[in-house]
């Protein structure tokens, strides 16, 4: 009921703020149907939300306790909600505010946070770890693809392999890519190239479609027998925004089914285009190792060493000669030095021999028995002496003996 007012008779600015709280607290709590456009989590009781309606350009701040915000999972920004809201009036700046005492999530919004939830849940297990994802061959002997039978994914896939790599082999199992057996189909055409042993890499191949049409990918069962299979998988589901959950699982997503074939096998005009530069570089290489040992063999040969091999002796010539000339000079000085010792030996033992006695007039006396008669007591009369002098020898008879005074 409207307050009785007029320019004589104004109503106090407060009675006209507390029937607006009065009016609006009478509204009591409401059930909404918003986005949510931003959550601001801090680390306190009191959470903040915007909430903006799905049809008009109208947005609202809403606050909420965690334990409401926990209790509705995970609310991706941008997913459909329910919300109680209960409407107060601050009197103090009459600034209008909104808390959630309830929040649900719902349409597709649901389905992303139970999505979420279970991307949570393997994440925790480990499913996602980096460590665990398996290397592609580099050639493949068998290439499995599971896909759907005459779908747009099969031939994009065939295509570009075949245009890559003509040799290459594929085998397909086809399999249900939409609807509630979809996930089940997917895992056992899964299971049979995962048993093959000649199968070294497996593509798993749909095009794009709405969330729901995907939702098959994001089987937890489906996304658990990825994870198990023993040979690496490539996830090529839909296009660059869809990201099911079996992308995070497999050994490799790719963006498209083309990109799963750019993936798996090389190209051939690429990969002989680089075989083609590395026999380039090689024989460069080659080419340019025989120059530089080339060059180093004519600069060995350039050496007046082997130009002239006996030039090296010269020197040793020279010095050979100059040895024999100092050895020959010593042996000289040598000899002429030994011969004066010879010499000078020489006349000494020639001055002290008794043949220069013999030469200067003396005889040795010689007794028939070969004593020496040195004295006139070693001979008798009549006895028959030799005469050794320096020219020969004289026989004689001693005829007298006469002996001399030693002092006269």
């Not at 505010?97 to 719902?106: K, W």
């Not at 198990?228 to 089914?257: K, L, M, N, Q, Y």
């Not at 020496?372 to 007298?400: K, M, N, P």
Request: include cysteine; hydrophobic fraction near 40%; charged fraction near 30%.
């Amino acid at each position: 009921m409207a307050l009785p007012n007029s320019k004589e008779s104004p109503q106090p600015l407060g009675r006209i703020v507390m029937g607006v709280k009065d009016w609006i607290g009478r509204l009591g709590e409401v059930w909404v149907d918003a986005q949510v456009v931003e959550i601001k989590r801090r680390n306190a009781p009191t959470q903040f939300l915007t909430l903006r309606d799905r049809m008009a350009d109208i947005s609202a701040q809403v606050t909420t306790t965690s334990l409401v915000l926990d209790s509705a999972g995970p609310v991706p920004e941008g997913s459909r909600v329910v919300a109680r809201l209960k409407a107060r009036v601050w009197e103090r700046n009459t600034s209008l505010s909104f808390e959630c005492l309830e929040l649900h999530v719902a349409g597709e919004g649901r389905l992303l946070a139970q999505l979420e939830q279970l991307k949570r849940k393997l994440q925790a297990e480990g499913l996602f770890d980096p460590l665990r994802k398996k290397r592609l061959p580099m050639l493949p002997r068998v290439i499995g693809l599971v896909t759907g039978r005459d779908s747009d994914a099969e031939r994009d896939v065939l295509t570009n392999i075949e245009r890559r790599w003509p040799a290459a082999q594929v085998r397909v199992e086809h399999a249900l890519v939409q609807g509630v057996n979809a996930a089940e189909s997917v895992m056992t055409a899964l299971a049979k190239l995962d048993g093959d042993p000649h199968v070294d890499v497996i593509i798993i191949a749909r095009g794009g479609g709405s969330m729901e049409d995907l939702l098959p990918f994001s089987d937890e069962g489906l996304v658990r027998a990825v994870a198990r299979a023993t040979t690496p998988v490539v996830s090529a589901i839909g296009h660059e925004p869809d990201t099911p959950i079996v992308d995070f699982v497999a050994d490799v997503r790719a963006s498209t089914p083309t990109d799963a074939a750019k993936r798996v096998v090389p190209d051939v005009a690429q990969e002989l285009g680089i075989v083609d530069d590395l026999r380039r570089r090689l024989r460069q290489a080659v080419v340019g190792r025989l120059d530089r040992e080339q060059r180093q063999l004519d600069e060995v040969r350039s050496r007046p060493v082997l130009v002239d091999p006996t030039s090296a002796f010269d020197a040793h010539y020279e010095r050979l000669g100059f040895l024999r000339h100092r050895l020959r000079t010593t042996i000289e000085s040598r000899l002429r030095d030994d011969q004066a010792d010879v010499a000078r030996l020489l006349a000494g033992v020639r001055a002290m021999s008794p043949m220069r006695t013999l030469e200067r007039g003396y005889a040795v006396l010689v007794a028939d028995d070969h004593r020496t008669v040195s004295s006139v007591a070693d001979a008798a009369t009549g006895q028959r002496v030799h005469a050794h002098l320096s020219d020969g020898e004289l026989t004689l008879d001693v005829a007298d003996i006469t002996e001399r005074s030693r002092h006269g």
